[in-house]
């Protein structure tokens, strides 16, 4: 069995692949200064209690957080006797390399969406992930992740909103029944969802325009499901996206 971990500025995934389907997905915060022996209570008492017989040989991470890295390396050579793969490391293989700038470390998570996505929906891709920040990834016809976009993520964008705003509401961010918003709740709700959906049509308008070839726009995240009823905004939501991607990028090294 693989164990494969997603650890990003807010929540870190694990995830239990059997080689067929992921069999349980558990979620914490983000917390650098947790432990391995941490991980292992944590992660050890919700595996009795969802009662799974686990035989975990392999572990692949990808980290943006890189602090968490290590207490993560020694969560796995400590209780499951492996050494992981590390996204975006040397020793990590990608199917196809990225084609950026020189010189340029591009977020292993984008490596992953890249791969995941390319797996299930071949190139030409734009692939928007709504997590602490929104990103754009883009896809080659051969799968490679060959640069994008970086904007503030929706739940970033309202606590700076409030926290700037002394007059302005922490809020949950949904679909408004109108634009026009008639109370300060819905005023900013639209003011969010409308924005974000404006400037996810914007940016993929324009990155087709720059490709000038047809491109499929893929989205997930937290709040892609709230976006995806957005209409025409999306050609397809993948909610397990990282995972799959880490497991694509898991079987290229297993394999090579």
């Known amino acids: 069995m693989l164990l494969a971990i997603d650890c990003g500025n807010t929540n870190t995934v694990f995830s239990i692949w059997d080689g067929e389907k992921f069999l349980c997905t558990l979620r914490t915060s983000t917390h650098h200064a947790r432990t391995a022996d941490a991980y292992f209570t944590w992660f050890s008492t919700l595996i009795k209690h969802y009662e799974l017989e686990l ?12 602090r968490v890295v290590f207490n993560l390396r020694v969560f796995a050579d400590r209780f499951f006797d492996c050494r992981p793969l590390v996204v975006g490391k040397p020793e990590c293989l990608l199917p196809i390399e990225p084609r950026v700038d020189e010189g340029t470390l591009v977020g292993p998570d984008r490596l992953v969406n ?23 990834d883009v896809v080659a016809a051969d799968g490679a992740y060959i640069g994008g976009v970086i904007s503030p993520g929706v739940n970033l964008s309202l606590e700076a909103l409030h926290q700037a705003a002394a007059a302005l509401p922490h809020i949950d961010i949904a679909k408004p029944q109108k634009v026009i918003g008639t109370n300060t709740v819905a005023c900013m709700q639209s003011g969010v969802f409308w924005g974000y959906v404006g400037l996810v049509r914007e940016v993929c308008d324009r990155i087709k325009a720059e490709r000038d070839r047809p491109m499929k726009v893929i989205s997930t995240g937290g709040l892609a499901p709230l976006f995806q009823q957005s209409h025409a905004l999306f050609d397809a939501f993948e909610d397990d996206l990282t995972m799959h991607g880490l497991t694509v990028i898991y079987d290229y090294n297993k394999d090579n």
């Open 114 to 136: 890249a791969a995941g996505a390319y797996d299930r929906h071949g190139g030409d891709l734009i692939v928007v992930d709504f997590g602490t920040a929104t990103t754009f």
């Open 55 to 66: 035989d975990i040989k392999d572990v692949i991470i990808s980290s943006t957080v890189p």
